[in-house]
């Protein structure tokens, strides 16, 4: 029975957090045994803010190191950066005819971005449409993301029925795969927030490359509530209910669950019982992710193997899409 395919993208803009290990993660190995994947490093999609380029040279390489330190076998998946194979750039110019400025411009985001920014570039509006082509370029049956993203892969759908319509069936429509529980894990001082991997200052985000004793830390100083009842309930309590969450997801149990163990607990347990779960989850993905980040050489092969099978798909895609399209294509 063939696989269906699988395709997911992070961007390469900070230090992967918890809630980015939770949300990714713990999936992955299973998702890239369940399907034909391909686990894109969006570089492309980084550029929206104008980083810095040695940075974005080096979260590239930190992004990569922990895919593989999860245990991501490279000959199972295709890892690769977008920036190296041209056809996603094409692929966008050419979805931007078949995507209608209105829908571009209700993205929650992008409307998020446009208050809070004095200027908004092209890339922030365009972002979405550049995600579809990531997606539709190989065939996508399943898109696994947070809720956050759930609205650009619904414009994705929107974008390839409409090119479907028009021009003839060339893509697959694509099924959202939202994560049930642990989708969201919110800041340790902003429980209402999702942990930001922008600002490694912020005690209320725990990154990848936090010490034990720096994880300790952050999850003692976590802000809970006035009361002292280890209870579920994000709208009241949701420092609790976010601690909660991430002692259950890295469990690999229910909320319930986790509400019962903490049952008649203070919060000084709750968070050191946290602390120590994290410390130990994180732990041997930590231990590998350093090795990893030495071997550059290494991670260089993995990346060009990578971009070697997803080129061959992506390329095939376009070629496609223009032929359809009546541009004459190159012999």
Request: net charge neutral.
């Amino acid at each position: 029975m063939t696989k269906k395919t699988l395709y997911t993208a992070i961007k390469p803009t900070g230090v992967i957090t918890l809630g980015g290990f939770i949300g990714v993660g713990q999936t992955i190995q299973e998702l890239c045994e369940d399907y034909n994947s391909f686990i894109c490093v969006a570089d492309l999609h980084a550029l929206t803010i104008n980083p810095n380029p040695e940075e974005l040279k080096e979260n590239t390489y930190k992004l990569v190191a922990f895919y593989l330190a999860l245990g991501l076998d490279p000959k199972k998946c295709t890892l690769y950066l977008q920036s190296q194979v041209s056809a996603h750039s094409e692929i966008a110019w050419v979805l931007n005819n078949y995507t209608m400025y209105g829908e571009a411009t209700r993205m929650t985001q992008f409307k998020d971005y446009q208050a809070k920014a004095k200027e908004v570039n092209m890339g922030i509006l365009d972002y979405p449409v550049l995600m579809a082509g990531d997606i539709l370029l190989y065939n996508t049956d399943i898109v696994p993301v947070g809720i956050d993203q759930k609205q650009h892969v619904e414009l994705c759908r929107n974008i390839a029925i409409r090119f479907n319509h028009k021009v003839g069936d060339t893509f697959i429509v694509p099924e959202v795969l939202v994560r049930k529980e642990g989708f969201k894990i919110c800041g340790l001082q902003e429980p209402t927030k999702k942990m930001s991997k922008s600002d490694r200052v912020d005690t209320g985000s725990i990154f990848i490359e936090d010490t034990a004793d720096d994880i300790r830390k952050k999850v003692k100083r976590a802000v809970t509530d006035s009361e002292n009842e280890v209870r579920y309930d994000p709208t009241n309590k949701p420092g609790v209910s976010n601690l909660l969450t991430i002692f259950a997801t890295l469990s690999g149990t229910t909320i319930e669950v986790a509400e019962g163990h903490f049952k008649g607990a203070n919060y000084g347990t709750l968070k050191t019982e946290v602390a120590e779960k994290i410390v130990e989850v994180l732990g041997p993905v930590q231990k590998k992710y350093f090795e990893l980040l030495d071997n550059k050489d290494y991670l260089d092969e993995v990346l060009e193997d990578g971009r070697k099978k997803a080129e061959k798909v992506a390329t095939a895609k376009v070629k496609e899409v223009y032929e359809k399209l009546g541009l004459v294509v190159r012999k």
